[in-house]
């Protein structure tokens, strides 16, 4: 018979930015542990609920126990459990007793070879687990593997025990329709007594009726909307609507409605306004302090502008919420003149005048500060813009990245960290400074994330690559490598970033040449021969010792990331293996070399022309001696070397052509007439004949059309195993 099932975890308030991955994986996890002692079915209809006092599951249809399973269980091998005579042995005898049985199932063993040895197995029945021992494992499993950012230790009832989870639990409900299923946690029995909201329930405790009369009773005796799903779509509609009463646009945020949506259990949205006076302050100031101290949602005009009105979310719902509003419009009131002393004072210096305080500024322990740091970006940076743009280019990147950091030092970005970059351009474009470099200021960071955009012209183009390959070089030169799950420095953010710089602003750069030139900044080598190299304030004061290896290491890391990155964007795994095997330095070349190799692949002679590529590549990795593409004709005495040396040499030039006019595409599918030739030669000549001068012209042959073939991407990559 089954039953609905419910179990509900009553706790102190959760950590909101946690809540809805602690609900998900509650529910998930039990649910999976249930599954798995089958006493659920695997299409059971799963309701997920978490507030910010409660995590609950409602699984359907719950049996009260598991059905019996048949069991083959593997005994040991027949000359150890049976004698000369058939009959069972001490050992035998002894794990039959272990599993509940006796002599007297000895003549229904089964004999069946397990690898080489003839063994004993059991048929059996496994009693089906009850719902009770089924949920208490389940429990216990769930709790202990909750992904909890930071375990708390509190003590119990009785002053003696302690355990540990994310906040102190206070009750426990588990009910199989109307009955408790008597289990225990964390040091609690479960019952059927729940809370309601603290301040605004009508009953409390809530006695619950049975599994399925969870959320109503927790709505109308309790004032809890129980599912975060429905909080968060409440609290979305009542936003929308708030907005369009004011004829203001909210600032989408789903971050922000997730973090309010674990905050409250029963959602008021209300409106509040601040002193227009505060909008002199740069907008993204104002937002982000609203979002991140106060978690208010601010509302933006019919032109894109900061308006003085915003909106929050009250836990409580009272018939005159004037207090509410008043409360915390005197909050966000001091928190706003603090961003606009913060403003004001800040403008009374330049940023040119806070660059030397970079120099008090540790960077890292092994690398000094970040006025040494500056240095090192703002020569890689003119390194990279005189390569793009001469010395015009040059000069603007040299002053954007003069100035980059200098905004750290301000007192917005001391208070608010995110504004890092943001503030440097407000600052920059007050000052007079010109566009290009005040966007350079700002974008230089970016791009921070998946998706992000890039910097809006070549100047932070320039910076921001400089930066992040100063970034990845210094670090991995003092072994401050990613491994595993742990990457404290996001290098693996960084080298995405270069790697989005290079292939989407189709950047002129190979990337070992530029790690090179990055490197030997840093150990002081001339800077260029250019306008950096005349430039006094490019000279580093002090030089790091940078091993060459670590551009190998860099190199390989930038392909690791780079592959998955490809994957991720709907590239085969065999498209992409084909394209990095080759290790093509041009970045920006790649996405024209997928597509080529794509249209290739499509192509009716590809399957055959890959296998033949990499049945010619075993063949030259075999060859003793080395082996050269240098063909002598007069050589070639059998009809079949000799007709695809004749189609080789009318395909390479063309195919050489189109390969260095970049349109890799021709370039691949031009081979496609090497098909019949190929087939051929292996059906018709011998390679590896005892003439060493014909096997030597042979091999190559072989070579000559293996790096015809490989130049765009190793094909052999694209053969069927």
């Known amino acids: 018979m089954t039953k609905n099932l419910l179990v509900e975890l009553l706790v102190e308030e959760l950590p909101p930015k946690s809540l809805k991955s602690l609900g998900m994986s509650f529910s998930e996890l039990l649910t999976a542990g249930l599954k798995a002692q089958g006493l659920i079915a695997s299409d059971a209809v799963i309701t997920p609920y978490a507030s910010p006092r409660r995590l609950a599951v409602h699984i359907g249809n719950v049996a009260a126990q598991a059905a019996d399973k048949p069991v083959l269980q593997k005994l040991m091998p027949v000359k150890v459990g049976l004698d000369a005579h058939g009959q069972a042995t001490p050992p035998l005898l002894k794990k039959l007793a272990s599993l509940g049985a006796d002599a007297s199932v000895v003549s229904q063993l089964k004999r069946i070879m397990d690898g080489k040895t003839e063994t004993l197995f059991w048929d059996s029945t496994v009693k089906g687990t009850t719902l009770t021992d089924g949920l208490q494992k389940a429990l216990q499993e769930t709790i202990a593997s909750l992904p909890i950012p930071k375990v708390m230790t509190y003590q119990l009832a009785d002053g003696w025990q302690s355990v540990d989870f994310v906040r102190p639990v206070h009750q426990l409900v588990a009910l199989h329709g109307a009955d408790i299923v008597p289990v225990n946690v964390l040091g609690l029995q479960a019952g059927r007594e729940t809370q309601g909201h603290r301040f605004e329930a009508k009953v409390n405790p809530i006695v619950l009726h049975n599994a399925d009369s969870y959320a109503q009773q927790l709505a109308t005796e309790g004032s809890v909307i129980a599912s975060y799903h429905e909080r968060r779509e409440m609290i979305a509609r009542q936003l929308a609507s708030a907005a369009a009463q004011k004829k203001l646009t909210l600032i989408d945020d789903d971050a922000l409605l997730d973090e309010v949506t674990a905050l409250v259990e029963h959602p008021n949205v209300l409106a509040g306004t601040f002193d227009a006076e505060f909008l002199r302050v ?37 018939a005159d919420p004037a207090q509410i509003i008043a409360g915390n419009e005197r909050v966000i009131r001091s928190r706003l003149a603090d961003a606009k002393f913060f403003f004001d004072q800040d403008r009374k210096r330049t940023l040119a005048s806070r660059v030397p305080e970079l120099d008090k500024v540790v960077y890292h322990n092994k690398l000094g500060t970040q006025g040494l740091r500056m240095q090192y970006v703002r020569a890689i940076t003119t390194m990279i813009a005189e390569q793009l743009g001469g010395e015009a280019l040059a000069a603007q990147a040299y002053e954007a990245a003069t100035l980059a950091k200098a905004d750290l030092l301000t007192g917005m970005v001391g208070e608010f960290p995110e504004l890092q970059g943001i503030m440097g351009r407000f600052y920059a474009q007050l000052e007079g400074l010109s566009d290009d470099i005040a966007f350079a200021i700002e974008d230089h960071y970016k791009p921070r994330f998946a998706g992000d955009e890039l ?67 840093l150990q ?80 009716p002679e590809a399957a055959s022309l890959a296998a033949a590529n990499k049945r010619v590549g075993n063949i030259l990795k ?91 991407a190793d094909i052999s990559r694209l053969a069927v195993n």
């Open 282 to 318: 740069p907008q993204e100031c104002l937002i982000l302090t609203m979002k991140a101290n106060q978690k208010y949602f601010p509302l933006l005009d019919a032109h894109g502008k900061l308006a003085n009105t915003f909106l929050l979310t009250a836990n409580i719902q009272p």
């Open 455 to 521: 910097p809006r012209n070549r100047v932070g183009v320039c910076v921001a690559l400089a930066d992040k390959l100063e970034t990845l070089v210094n670090l991995f030169s003092i072994g401050e490598i990613p491994t595993g799950d742990k990457d404290p420095f996001a290098l693996r953010r960084h080298a995405l970033g270069v790697i989005r710089l290079l292939v989407d602003n189709q950047l002129p750069f190979d990337l070992d040449q530029l790690l090179q030139q990055t490197i030997g900044i």
């Open 524 to 603: 002081g080598d001339e800077l260029s021969k250019g306008w950096a190299s005349a430039q006094k304030s490019t000279v580093i004061t002090q030089q790091r010792l940078v091993s060459p290896e670590s551009g190998d290491r860099l190199q390989a890391f930038f392909y690791e990331r780079l592959a998955g990155n490809l994957r991720d964007q709907g590239y085969s795994a065999q498209e992409v293996d084909a394209v990095l095997s080759l290790n093509p330095q041009r970045l920006s070349d790649i996405p024209r070399r997928l597509a080529a190799v794509r249209a290739f692949s499509a192509l």
């Open 622 to 712: 075999k060859a003793e001696d080395g082996v050269n593409v240098l063909v002598d004709a007069n050589l070639l005495n059998e009809p079949a070397e000799q007709a695809l040396h004749q189609v080789l040499m009318a395909v390479l030039p063309k195919a050489s052509e189109t390969f260095a006019a970049g349109d890799y595409a021709a370039s691949l599918q031009i081979l496609a007439v090497l098909r019949s030739p190929v087939d051929d030669f292996f059906d018709h000549v011998m390679v590896n004949v005892d003439d060493a001068s014909l096997r030597n012209n042979r091999l190559a042959l072989l070579a000559q059309l293996h790096q015809t073939m490989n130049r765009v």
